[in-house]
């Protein structure tokens, strides 16, 4: 049987080191964050982490393995919104803490604006990590207005976000 | 209360058959008439049950913890939660009750080798992997590439590291033999025991299609016990009533696999279960299926299901 999806590629330890570099070192996210991970590759997309390989069937195809964590087509890579999410609790710079209005402004991918206080643990302009109460949630862009105000740009997926006047924190 | 012919009149067709064998049944037809509750469990490898009750209850959602599994919450019914925070921040799951205890029930430890033969839309699966803290694989398994979508996302959104996916016939796999600790065969069913949310359910299945997919289901379970290892666990499940895919493919499965499995008894703190039908139209199928549990939607308020926990012993 010809696989579905071309094969996945491990990559070797040395080389994750080197690919995840400029994420961890944006967001101070610890080396050790990769342990006990293995990392794979399907294409030039994305990376993926996964805690495990598993016994296989033979001659089915391979759909997927763990969770895309770093988008290898930006430059440098970009942590993706599953990666913000396992990793982010452990980031230490360039994180952001929305309050609920804040919140439902990113997650409906509308422009937030940030006070000094929400961006001191930022280092300027670039991606950062948008959790609320310390639960990540995604990435967004942060951005400097014309003004000196600093912006965030959501980088919440669009398939996911919430409607125009939603509230994510109001009874469905 | 009495049970009169008029009552066994106003049952669906489907479930008349089972008449005799539901418990406490003049309560069965006003279960099915109800809306489920809805129910949610917390993702412990992003927060516990008694976290993600206050943050719901933060968004004034009341929530009340399961008995039988304290990062299960019960809710009101009719909660549409796929675009609150906790839902987008992978932090909980919404899943009808007697899905997230098949999960539940397989008990899955951290560093075991998990077979999940009929994955999607994944959320016993991350339930699974929830449980096991990125520690051990899963293989998750599922027959239609359309559904692999929903498969994925949850696992995405619900950050489970130790999953693979993989695309095929779970009748026609071929397995690694003895290769798993767990199994579980969550098999593709009439869904009779989900009327409560889709009373139609039960005027789509003809004589044709419950055979073909009693076929798969023999198929898929033997599959399970055959990927299973010695002293490890193949958890049978279905969302349906019909003692066809449930019982009948249990014995089956004795028949075939004779001393090399034995059925195991299952229990849940505060969930009330009915036995494994045994003795059907004055015939009597295998005793020891009286240990695989029925779930019927009066008994717990929540939807109909089948559990059969076999252990492997060759």
């Known amino acids: 049987v010809k696989p579905v999806y071309p094969a996945f590629e491990e990559l070797a330890p040395a080389h994750v080191v080197e690919l995840t570099e400029s994420v961890r070192d944006r967001f101070g996210i610890p080396p050790e964050v990769l342990d006990g991970l293995r990392f794979f590759r399907r294409g030039k997309k994305y990376l993926y982490a996964a805690s495990a390989t598993t016994p296989l069937p033979d001659a089915t195809p391979i759909h997927a393995i763990g969770l895309p964590v770093v988008r290898l087509q930006h430059n440098p890579p970009k942590l993706s919104t599953h990666g913000a999410c396992l990793w982010g609790r452990s980031a230490s710079r360039n994180v952001v803490e929305l309050d609920r209005e804040q919140m439902n402004e990113y997650l409906q991918r509308r422009v937030v604006r940030l006070d000094r206080v929400a961006t001191e643990r930022c280092t300027g302009h670039g991606h950062v990590i948008v959790r609320w109460e310390g639960h990540p949630v995604g990435v967004g862009l942060l951005d400097l207005e014309k003004q000196g105000a600093w912006k965030l740009v959501s980088l919440f997926p669009k398939s996911e976000c919430v409607p125009p006047g939603g509230d994510a924190f109001g009874i469905p | ?314």
């Open chain 2, 1 to 314: 209360v009495p049970v009169t012919l008029e009552d066994h009149k106003m049952w669906p067709p489907v479930f008349v058959p089972l008449y005799d064998h539901v418990p406490d049944r003049s309560r069965f037809l006003d279960a099915l008439s109800r809306p489920l509750p809805t129910v949610v469990w917390a993702n412990s490898l992003r927060t516990s049950g008694s976290e993600l009750g206050e943050i719901l209850h933060s968004i004034g959602i009341h929530a009340r913890r399961a008995s039988w599994n304290g990062d299960v919450l019960r809710l009101a019914p009719g909660l549409s939660l796929g675009r609150t925070f906790p839902y987008l921040a992978g932090l909980m799951h919404p899943q009808e009750e007697a899905s997230i205890l098949a999960a539940h029930l397989l008990d899955v430890q951290p560093g075991e080798q998990v077979l999940d033969l009929c994955a999607a839309p994944g959320g016993k699966t991350a339930f699974m992997a929830s449980r096991m803290n990125g520690h051990g694989s899963i293989l998750a398994n599922e027959m239609s590439q359309a559904r692999t979508i929903a498969l994925r996302a949850n696992l995405d959104r619900l950050g489970a590291t130790n999953v693979t996916i993989t695309v095929g016939d779970a009748t026609r796999l071929s397995l690694p033999q003895a290769a798993f600790d767990a199994v579980l065969a969550d098999v593709p069913c009439s869904c009779t025991g989900t009327v409560r949310q889709n009373l139609s359910v039960c005027d789509e299945l003809g004589d044709q299609r419950l055979e073909h997919l009693v076929t798969s289901q023999v198929s898929i379970l033997d599959q399970a016990i055959r990927a299973c290892r010695s002293g490890g666990r193949v958890l049978y499940t279905t969302c349906s009533l019909l003692l066809e895919e449930n019982e009948r493919v249990i014995a089956e499965a004795l028949r075939t696999h004779g001393t090399n499995i034995r059925l195991r008894s299952l229990d849940a703190h505060g969930i009330t279960f009915a036995p494994g039908i045994t003795v059907w139209n004055g015939e009597q199928l295998d005793q020891r299926i009286a240990a695989a549990r029925r779930l019927y939607p009066h008994m717990n308020d929540t939807g109909g299901f089948f559990y059969a926990m076999l252990e492997v012993t060759r």
